[in-house]
């Protein structure tokens, strides 16, 4: 079963930054879509940043500029750096990660989550 694990998160001061990882805990064959979602208390679950198979990207309109989603498909990782975070950034910070693998084909996978939390 394939897992992801994100890390990077805790606390920031605003307008600092901060960079999530998103690995995979056992050798998989073909990752195509890597998203970034975050969810904040209270609110739904957003799409932050998405890169498809082919390194085509997009952010949503609140982190254009400031975050950048990238991925590294010899170390089966994927990453989000985040700039001039501000306090309204302050979520839980989510990998979504579509997967193919020999035995179950190609399938989304989720991460844990890693909290996010910008002071003013």
């Known amino acids: 079963q394939v897992q992801l694990v994100e890390s990077g998160g805790g606390l920031v001061q605003a307008e600092g930054s901060l960079r999530l990882s998103c690995t995979t805990s056992?050798?998989?064959?073909?990752?195509?879509?890597v998203t970034w979602y975050r969810q904040a208390p209270g609110k739904q679950r957003e799409l932050v940043a998405d890169m498809s198979g082919d390194a085509n990207t997009k952010y949503a309109d609140s982190v254009k500029g400031r975050f950048t989603i990238s991925r590294d498909n010899a170390k089966k990782s994927a990453y989000l750096q985040m700039n001039e975070l501000k306090p309204e950034d302050t979520a839980v910070y989510y990998c979504n990660a579509n997967i193919w693998t020999p035995d179950h084909g190609s399938k989304d996978y989720w991460g844990q989550g890693t909290q996010v939390t910008v002071s003013s």
């Open positions: 056992r050798t998989v064959f073909v990752i195509n879509t």
